[in-house]
T-cell receptor
Framework: GQNIDQPTEMTATEGAIVQINCTYQ??????LFWYQQHAGEAPTFLSY??LDGLEEKGRFSSFLSRSKGYSYLLLKELQMKDSASYLC??????????WGAGTKLIIKP | GAVVSQHPSWVICKSGTSVKIECRSL??????MFWYRQFPKQSLMLMAT?????????EQGVEKDKFLINHASLTLSTLTVTSAHPEDSSFYIC???????????????FGPGTRLTVT
């Protein structure tokens, strides 16, 4: 089956680092996406991983382990504007995105 | 990055009427467009996938006669909610994907969404 799991909510402090985990189970895999979604807005693309390892983009990094069915999104130097939901999505064998329920990240001063 | 527009951004309609939502890819050809629905505090729910020039593929539980999708060109897809009811009130988001040719081409570009309220 296809099941995307990520924590429902996380809280972190401005300036700190937070890691949002995502696990998936699927028989077909064509990559793992992370999207950011602010309340009332559409998702915006953050990252795409298809090979194992860490991809760094400024303050955001994404990691993938295909053998473990595991990914994480790492946010450094947190800013208040990073308060949003972070959606993990796996691309299946039909190139369709299977979405997780999202992790609501709350940043406190 | 590629830009996808949606119109209208919000709409209020009376129960029993129909509403059309447009999704346009502004600077690329979208061979595939996706329509999603999102209720408050819930994840995106894929409603249907449409390829240009062919009939849309609807997800299980989505009524194709109620949610009419037309993808007549490589830059435009429309979703018509027919005989709308209050329970159809939701945030409708489209996304578009270009020609497959590599990892970056599988990215879905999202429109800004349309908030539908049925009274």
């Amino acid at each position: 089956g296809q099941n995307i799991d990520q924590p429902t909510e996380m809280t972190a402090t401005e300036g700190a680092i937070v890691q949002i985990n995502c696990t998936y189970q699927t028989s077909g895999f064509n990559g793992l996406f992370w999207y950011q979604q602010h309340a009332g807005e559409a998702p915006t693309f953050l990252s795409y991983n298809v090979l194992d390892g860490l991809e760094e983009k400024g303050r955001f990094s994404s990691f993938l382990s295909r053998s473990k069915g595991y990914s994480y999104l790492l946010l450094k130097e947190l800013q208040m504007k990073d308060s949003a939901s972070y959606l993990c999505a796996e691309m299946d064998s039909n190139y369709q995105l299977i979405w997780g329920a999202g992790t609501k990240l709350i940043i406190k001063p | 990055g590629a830009v996808v527009s949606q119109h209208p951004s919000w709409v209020i309609c009376k129960s029993g009427t129909s509403v059309k939502i447009e999704c346009r890819s502004l600077d690329f050809q979208a061979t595939t467009m996706f329509w999603y629905r999102q209720f408050p505090k819930q994840s995106l729910m894929l409603m249907a996938t449409s390829n240009e020039g062919s009939k849309a593929t609807y997800e299980q539980g989505v009524e194709k006669d109620k949610f009419l999708i037309n993808h007549a060109s490589l830059t435009l897809s429309t979703l018509t909610v027919t005989s709308a009811h209050p329970e159809d009130s939701s945030f409708y988001i489209c996304s578009a994907r270009g020609l497959a040719g590599g990892p970056d081409n599988y990215e879905q570009y999202f429109g800004p969404g349309t908030r539908l309220t049925v009274t």
